[in-house]
């Protein structure tokens, strides 16, 4: 399975983006989502989840500024990113988790500029 992240792009500092990722082929109900991010020299981090109850969880630095969501009839997960600054340039990653069993996306470029 290979989840479909997109919506990444060139956005100035204040700015928002909507990312989506598609994950096809999976009961995503069942599962965590969640995104993470990876900017340049730097390990994977994680930005958000929500658990299959609706539980969301956020990095402090996500907090008040990203809304994670999905919306499991489309198979779809989404992060909405406000107030964007230029340290949240990177490559974003989402993510499903079942107990053992994960997928990733391949990532969609975001960049901000000052």
């Known amino acids: 399975v290979q989840l479909q992240a997109s919506g990444g792009g060139l956005v100035q500092a204040g700015g928002s983006l909507r990312l989506s990722c598609a994950a096809p082929?999976?009961?995503?109900?069942?599962?965590?989502v969640g995104w993470y991010r990876q900017a340049p020299g730097t390990q994977r981090e994680l930005v958000a989840t929500?658990?299959?109850?609706?539980?969301?969880s956020y990095a402090e630095f996500a907090e008040g500024r990203f809304t994670i969501s999905r919306d499991n009839a489309k198979n779809m997960i989404y992060l909405q990113m406000n107030s964007l600054r230029p340290e949240d340039t990177a490559v974003y990653y989402c993510?499903?988790?079942?107990?053992?069993?994960?997928?990733w996306g391949q990532g969609t470029l975001v960049t901000v500029s000052s």
């Open positions: 993510n499903t988790k079942w107990g053992s069993v994960g997928y």
């Open positions: 082929g999976i009961t995503l109900p069942k599962y965590t």
């Open positions: 929500m658990s299959a109850g609706g539980r969301r």
